[in-house]
């Protein structure tokens, strides 16, 4: 298979080439078992990842909702009482909580968050509040936020 190439000029010469074969296309599938394994065990992390998280964020909703309940609240010291009566019942069993008032109230919202205080006035303040009319008070309304962010709610099964 001899080509004739005497006498032929440039032109013709570069007319008589073929253009070179194009390669196969490189295919995107892994090449061992190896790569698909990873693979599926990263969408496995990834998806038990966002179960997690949706599971976290659906049992603290009953906190975002508290916080801006006690947010429209502002300092209203009877608003900031039902608030946090309504968020210990939303966390806690009802049957450890309903019955709760006066100084037994303020011990269990002592006991259930940790490094969280409130004075005696105050919390006098919170106790009296749904029963006789109050002033405005700054600081139960920050005790009533920690409270909300850091209580221990018992597990649920």
């Known amino acids: ?22 390669p196969a ?38 906190r975002r909702t508290a916080l801006a309940d006690l947010q429209a609240a502002d300092s209203d010291v009877a608003r900031i009482a039902e608030v946090l009566r309504r968020t210990a019942l939303a966390a806690f069993p009802r049957d450890q909580v309903a019955g ?3 100084p037994e109230w ?18 006098q303040a919170l106790v009296d509040a749904p029963y006789r009319p109050s002033l405005p008070n700054p600081n139960v309304a920050k005790f009533a936020r920690d409270w909300i962010r850091t209580h221990k709610a018992p597990r649920r099964q």
């Open 1 to 22: 298979m001899s080509v004739d190439v005497e006498g032929k000029s440039l032109v013709e010469l570069l007319d008589m080439l073929e253009p070179a074969p194009t």
């Open 25 to 62: 296309p490189v295919p995107m599938t892994p090449q061992t078992w190896g790569w698909a394994v990873l693979a599926l065990l990263l969408v496995a992390a990834i998806a038990c990842a966002v179960h997690l998280y949706r599971r976290h964020r659906k049992s603290n909703a009953y």
């Open 100 to 102: 709760l008032h006066g």
């Open 106 to 123: 303020i011990t269990f919202l002592k006991q259930s968050a940790d490094k969280i205080s409130i004075s005696s006035a105050d919390a």
